[in-house]
Nanobody, 123 residues
Framework: QVQLVESGGGLVQAGGSLRLSCAAS????????MGWFRQAPGKEREFVAG????????DYADSVKGRFTISKDNAKNTVYLQMNSLKPEDTAVYYC????????????????WGQGTQVTVSS
């Protein structure tokens, strides 16, 4: 089993920045990729960014490309999401996810999920 704990959410003005962290514990050696997803009120959970634990290749949703950066520190079993130039439409609960087999944009490909952290961007 793997446990994921997110932190770093909060309230920020449009144009500002936040950095989210996701600390993994348990059988982290079994993980292949990590991802960030978000869910706004009344909307489906959507992919934001993903990263492979080995090699570090990344993927981003078009809506955040050029503004958000996903990174990892395998020694700390932590994944980060640096969010710059935030917009009100980035407001959502952000979830960290981990997959044992694949890096994907689909939620069903991920085996473990954190509890989420709220990000609110005011205009």
């Amino acid at each position: 089993q793997v446990q994921l704990v997110e932190s770093g959410g909060g309230l920020v003005q449009a144009g500002g920045s936040l950095r989210l962290s996701c600390a993994a514990s348990g059988r982290t050696s079994s993980l292949y990729a990590m991802g960030w997803f978000r869910q706004a009120p009344g909307k489906e959970r959507e992919f934001v960014a993903g990263i492979r634990r080995t090699g570090g290749s990344t993927d981003y949703a078009d809506s955040v490309k050029g503004r958000f950066t996903i990174s990892k520190d395998n020694a700390k079993n932590t994944v980060y999401l640096q969010m710059n130039s935030l917009k009100p439409e980035d407001t959502a609960v952000y979830y960290c996810a981990a997959s044992r087999e694949i890096m994907s944009r689909y939620t069903f490909r991920y085996d473990y999920w954190g509890q989420g952290t709220q990000v609110t961007v005011s205009s």
